[in-house]
């Protein structure tokens, strides 16, 4: 008869079960989920650098173009931003009010880009493409429909409507 007192062994191990030892099914396929997700996480957040850096300065111009637009308004001058082939320029402000180069050097504008920003409070409906030299294609644009702020579009919005500027969120 067992004894149940301190350091004995009451109940003994059954027979069959101390030879088995792994896991069950159960914990494999969660460990395996776990692993997928992580793995699908990574995945999505990695990108390419160039369209990164690209759309990093499609959000800064956009901001730049608001900036230029309203100082136009406030001091009742016409201001035209336009691109250049070193970066671009704010053609009615004081030089070096605002910046006229691109943080990344392989930035391209459209050639002959320009838009006119202001002094009226609504402006035509504009916009300019932006892309990189490593791609070569157009990967983003900034546009406005004249009533909103300047917004950043992704590159085959960019490409079907181009000649179409839509109203653009910020």
Do not use: K, Y
Not at 24 to 34: C, D, G, K, N, Y
């Amino acid at each position: 008869m067992p004894i149940l007192a301190a350091g004995s062994n009451a109940f003994p191990p059954r027979p069959h079960a101390r030879g088995l030892r792994g896991f069950t099914l159960i914990e494999l396929l969660v460990v395996l989920s776990i692993i997928a997700i992580a793995s699908a996480g990574v995945a999505f957040s990695l990108r390419d650098s160039a369209q990164t850096s690209t759309e990093r300065e499609a959000q800064r111009l956009a901001a730049l173009l608001e900036s230029a637009r309203a100082q136009s308004r406030t001091r009742g001058v016409a201001v035209v931003w336009r691109s250049t082939p070193q970066g671009f320029v704010f053609d009615g402000l004081p030089a070096g009010t605002l910046p006229g180069n691109w943080l990344d050097a392989n930035t391209t504008a459209a050639t002959g880009s320009r838009l006119e920003l202001g002094p009226e409070p609504i402006i035509a409906a504009q916009s300019v493409s932006l892309g990189n030299r490593q791609q070569g294609a157009v990967a983003w644009r900034v546009a406005t429909d004249g009533l909103h702020p300047f917004g950043v579009q992704m590159g085959e919005a960019a490409a079907t409507s181009a000649a179409n500027p839509a109203p653009v969120s910020p």
